[in-house]
């Protein structure tokens, strides 16, 4: 069973919708890392949680660690946010533990 | 350099050849890490040191893997006798220390083994 489940699999938006993707992980992960990934590109990491809530940009994600939940927003979606968004969880070492990705598609 | 580096960007290789990637970290990067992505699935640890120490290898699928970072700096992931199953991204990452910080990850080198 994988540690991080990531929701949903695939999503379809229309430019300028709001979109949610969602993580959960279990214990012993202390620390959340949203990273994109763009077709046969690199991996760039966006945000890297603990607690609370950071913002860049448009992006913002939230972490509730007391319901092992965290949250990536995008506002106002752009064709070129269409990517993979995946969740990772780490802990002391960031060896990281990855949830099986979100496919976005924003049509213009 | 600026970013994490790897090379080659793409290999292909005889099945029973040896293959070795390499990974150049972020300069000061004392973690490093390296994954592999099958096609379409999400990143599997194989390996991490902390500068010259691997302290962890539970990840690499077989003793046909090898990884090293002698002097805490470049790392190279050597595969031997490479098999088809091998076919996958390999995905080099760095931070600055341990947990908790922000990980940093090269383009990926791409083996096709045929």
């Known amino acids: 069973k994988n540690e991080v489940e990531q929701s949903p699999q695939n999503l379809t938006a229309q430019e300028g919708e709001f979109i949610t993707i969602n993580c959960s992980y279990s214990v012993g992960i202390s620390a959340l890392h949203w990273l994109q990934q763009h077709p046969g590109g690199g991996i760039v990491s966006l945000f890297m949680l603990s607690s609370g809530k950071k913002k860049h940009g448009r992006l913002i994600a939230t972490i509730n660690i007391q319901e092992k939940h965290s949250s990536l927003h995008i506002t106002a979606s752009h064709p070129r946010d269409s990517a993979v968004y995946i969740c990772?969880?780490?802990?002391?070492?960031?060896?990281?533990?990855f949830g099986t990705g979100t496919l976005l598609a924003v049509q213009p | 350099g600026a970013g994490v580096s790897q090379s080659p960007r793409y290999k292909v290789a005889k099945r029973g050849q040896d293959v070795a990637l390499r990974c150049d970290p972020i300069?000061?990067?004392?973690?490093l890490f390296w994954y592999q992505q099958a096609l379409g699935q999400g990143p599997e640890f194989l390996t991490y040191?902390?500068?010259?120490?691997?302290?962890?290898k539970s990840g690499l699928p077989s003793d046909r893997f090898f990884a090293e970072r002698p002097e805490g700096s470049v790392s190279t992931l050597k595969i031997q006798r490479t098999q088809q199953e091998d076919s996958a991204v390999y995905l080099c990452?760095?931070?600055?220390?341990?947990?908790?910080?922000?990980?940093?990850f090269g383009e990926g080198s791409w083996l096709t083994v045929v």
């Open positions: 990772a969880g780490g802990g002391a070492t960031n060896k990281l533990i």
């Open positions: 040191f902390q500068n010259e120490a691997q302290l962890d």
């Open positions: 990452a760095s931070s600055l220390l341990q947990g908790g910080n922000t990980i940093y």
């Open positions: 300069s000061g990067h004392v973690s």
